[in-house]
Structure formats: structure tokens, C-alpha cells
């Protein structure tokens, strides 16, 4: 691999865990609108990293689309709300490893989440001013292989790889032509990665002695 100039992370299962307060956000709704239905935190677990539309299939399969979209609007606009109060748990080394990184090269957040909760994440973690660029999801209903080509050509970046937790996000990676380093720590597992790590210490080492 070549030396990188940037590093595009994914945020659920790489930066912190949220999914407690997703599952409420989803639990908030379906209690508001009286549809007989309790997400789990383990079913949303396994999701995570999913694209929007597989999403609501799997968490309302007997609804049409319109009314999933529906759904799913008010449930993002609990989370918008919510989020900023309860937050999720940042793991360990991220906070202060991004700090070490954004000396060396540029950082960007690329997540299959819905508008908005990428900035959430930023302003609620305190490292706003580590990060260049975020893109999600809901902003364009794209993949992570185009958003990440997005950035690429927003950002002239001539060797970023991909930081994220997922099979999909290794797929993806490799869609959009540039290196995967996979963190063990998260959600997903795969065994095909160009780098792997098991904690973001490890990581943030690796990456600042290149």
C-alpha cells in the first residue's frame, strides 16, 4: 500500500456505538404512531452499515415503501433529536487518535447513516476540527463506493484508503479503488482487508510511524 494522504473512516462500529440510541429512536416512533412492534438492540446491531432501503425492509417487511419512508423519516428526526443528549460510546483511542492523525493527513467520515447524524456525531465527540469533509448516506441515497469517489474528486486525494468494520465496507473499498484497513472491534467480520487492527490505538500507531 501505498503511503496514504487521507483517511475516509466509516462511523458506526469504527469511531464509537451508538445502536442503543438508534434502537430507542426506532422504539420512540413505533410507540408514538401505535404500531405493535420492539426493536431489539441485537437485530439493529447486525444492520449497522447497511444502505437505508435494506434497513427498512428488514425492520418493517410488511409495510409498503411509501409508508416505511414515512416511518423512517420521523424515526431520523427523534434520532436528530435524541442523539445530542444521549449519544453513544466512543471507543477507545478514537478521540485522541484522530487528534494525532489530523497532523499528518486529512480525515473524513463517509457513513450509510441518514442526513445530519454524521455532524451530530462530530459536534457530540468534540472533533470537529480534525475532520475536513463528512458524507452520508441520506444525503444522496448513493453507495459508499460513489460518496467515497465524491469525496476523492472534492478533495484531490490521490491515495485514501477506507477505515471500517464491515464485509460491505471491504466490498465497497474496493469498488471505489482504494485500499481497506479493517478494525476488528466493531460490527462486522471479514477476512479480506488490506490492513487490519483490533483497537484504534493500534491503528493511530501504525498510521503516524508510515
Known sequence: MQKPDSLIFDMDGTLWD???TYTASWNIVFAELGINKTIHREELAKMVGWEGRKVLTAIMPDF???TRQSIYARVNEVRREILPRNGGVLYEGVKEGLKQLAG???????SNCAKGVIRLFIDWAGINEHIVDEIAY???????HHNIKLLIERHDLKTPVYVGDTEGD???SRLAGIPFVFVSYGFGETDTHDFRFDNFTDLTNYFMRL
Open 138 to 144: 441520506g444525503i444522496n441515497q448513493m453507495p459508499k
Open 18 to 20: 451508538a445502536v442503543d
Open 104 to 110: 499528518k493527513y486529512k480525515l473524513f467520515i463517509l
Open 170 to 172: 471491504g466490498e465497497q
Open 64 to 66: 409498503d415503501e411509501e
